[in-house]
């Protein structure tokens, strides 16, 4: 990064690092909670959003068009959404696209159905889209699609036009409008000319002219190639299994871990650990104080579950006693 600073002319280094992006939204953010200057001045405060949008916490609970608005962005949501719900692939819990989607909401209320069921369909193809997935599947699958956006959509219309028998030399990276009349005929596709696919050498050469000309970010060349290799036709979506499969793409991104590591997060367990160990040992005690005052027997102590278990178990009893309350105003009244 700082070699990069000096090596660009002022405005390209500016523009590709989304610079006045964020400046542009700090006075956004610092005109909003312009009641909050007094307490912590403007300078702290403009201290406190930069460290925030280095650390990758900026986007928490911020709308979808900031949250996809540069790739650090992108980055910093793929992994906020790792480190929230990673649990749930620990766990070993299988969720349809729906939840998926509720718990992307938890984070950015605002956050589109129809991008998370098209993440959904890299993992389930042709499977009905009410059939569930593991985390690991559905993340790697939403990785490639919620950052890589732009580049996927104009790799459906070429995969399109070569299923329509159009020649590849006369590909033209397509529009936003010719993007939908593409998506329109690909509904009237048969299922069986899909699942034959396209010429893997056709492809290829379409998706580098495309890598050459567009403007978005794409995956590198040289990964895309490696993907085709020992294989003669490709279909769409087997394309993209392969991009989410691939641990060169992830490792460009940076967003999240390999798959051998997806679950691991030792500074949050060793978090998580001391707050159980102190759960535990105020369960522990309670135990042996009540067995000491009964006969003078102790109790057996409490064996302790997994962190996880206890944790929803605090929170059903939270919500037990919360509708019992409710139960007893409504009595009262």
Same mark, same amino acid.
């Given at each position: 990064?700082?070699?990069?600073?000096?090596?660009? /002319? =002022?405005?390209?280094?500016?523009?590709?690092?989304?610079?006045?992006?964020?400046?542009?939204?700090?006075?956004?953010? *610092?005109?909003?909670?312009?009641?909050?200057?007094?307490?912590?001045?403007?300078?702290?405060?403009?201290?406190?959003?930069?460290?925030?949008?280095?650390?990758?916490?900026?986007?928490?609970?911020?709308?979808?068009?900031?949250?996809?608005?540069?790739?650090?962005?992108?980055?910093?949501?793929?992994?906020?959404?790792?480190? %929230?719900?990673?649990?749930?692939?620990?766990?070993?819990?299988?969720?349809?696209?729906?939840?998926?989607?509720? *718990?992307?909401?938890?984070?950015? /209320?605002?956050? /589109?159905?129809?991008?998370?069921?098209?993440?959904?369909?890299?993992?389930?193809?042709?499977?009905?889209?009410?059939?569930?997935? %593991?985390?690991?599947?559905?993340?790697?699958?939403?990785?490639?699609?919620?950052?890589?956006?732009?580049?996927?959509?104009?790799?459906?219309?070429?995969?399109?036009?070569?299923?329509?028998?159009?020649? /590849?030399?006369?590909?033209?990276? =397509?529009?936003?409008?010719?993007?939908?009349?593409?998506?329109?005929?690909?509904?009237?596709?048969?299922?069986?000319?899909?699942? @034959?696919? #396209?010429?893997?050498?056709?492809?290829?050469?379409?998706?580098?002219?495309?890598?050459?000309?567009?403007?978005?970010?794409? =995956?590198?060349?040289?990964?895309?190639?490696?993907?085709?290799?020992?294989?003669?036709?490709?279909?769409?979506?087997?394309?993209?299994?392969?991009?989410?499969?691939?641990?060169?793409?992830?490792?460009?991104?940076?967003?999240? =871990?390999?798959?051998?590591?997806?679950?691991?997060?030792?500074?949050?367990?060793?978090? *998580?650990?001391?707050?159980?160990?102190?759960?535990?040992?105020?369960?522990?005690?309670?135990?042996?104080?009540?067995?000491?005052?009964?006969?003078? #027997?102790?109790?057996?102590?409490?064996?302790?579950?997994?962190?996880?278990?206890?944790?929803?178990?605090?929170?059903?009893?939270?919500?037990?006693? %919360?509708?019992?309350?409710?139960?007893?105003?409504?009595? @009262?009244?």
């Amino acid at each position: 990064m700082a070699s990069e600073r000096f090596s660009l /002319p =002022p405005q390209e280094y500016l523009a590709r690092n989304h610079v006045l992006t964020y400046m542009e939204d700090a006075l956004c953010q *610092l005109i909003e909670n312009k009641e909050e200057l007094s307490e912590y001045g403007v300078a702290k405060f403009l201290a406190e959003y930069f460290t925030s949008v280095r650390h990758g916490t900026h986007i928490l609970f911020r709308e979808f068009s900031f949250i996809q608005a540069t790739l650090h962005n992108r980055a910093s949501f793929l992994r906020m959404f790792w480190k %929230s719900f990673r649990y749930i692939g620990k766990n070993g819990d299988l969720l349809a696209v729906k939840e998926y989607h509720a *718990l992307l909401k938890l984070l950015s /209320p605002d956050f /589109p159905l129809d991008l998370t069921q098209k993440a959904a369909r890299i993992v389930l193809m042709d499977d009905a889209m009410d059939c569930l997935m %593991s985390f690991s599947d559905f993340i790697y699958a939403f990785q490639i699609q919620f950052y890589y956006t732009e580049f996927l959509e104009n790799v459906s219309a070429i995969y399109q036009d070569l299923l329509s028998g159009k020649n /590849p030399k006369a590909v033209i990276v =397509p529009t936003s409008s010719s993007l939908n009349c593409r998506q329109r005929q690909a509904s009237s596709e048969s299922a069986a000319t899909a699942q @034959e696919g #396209v010429d893997v050498l056709q492809f290829c050469e379409c998706l580098e002219t495309l890598c050459e000309r567009c403007k978005w970010n794409y =995956p590198p060349v040289d990964h895309i190639k490696e993907i085709f290799l020992n294989v003669q036709r490709v279909t769409f979506y087997g394309f993209l299994m392969a991009l989410a499969k691939s641990d060169e793409i992830n490792k460009v991104i940076g967003a999240l =871990p390999s798959k051998a590591d997806l679950l691991i997060d030792a500074e949050m367990d060793r978090e *998580l650990d001391k707050s159980i160990a102190k759960l535990s040992a105020g369960s522990v005690m309670g135990s042996h104080s009540a067995g000491s005052t009964a006969g003078g #027997v102790p109790k057996e102590p409490a064996r302790i579950t997994s962190p996880y278990k206890v944790l929803r178990r605090r929170h059903r009893r939270a919500d037990a006693e %919360s509708d019992a309350s409710t139960e007893t105003d409504s009595s @009262e009244n």
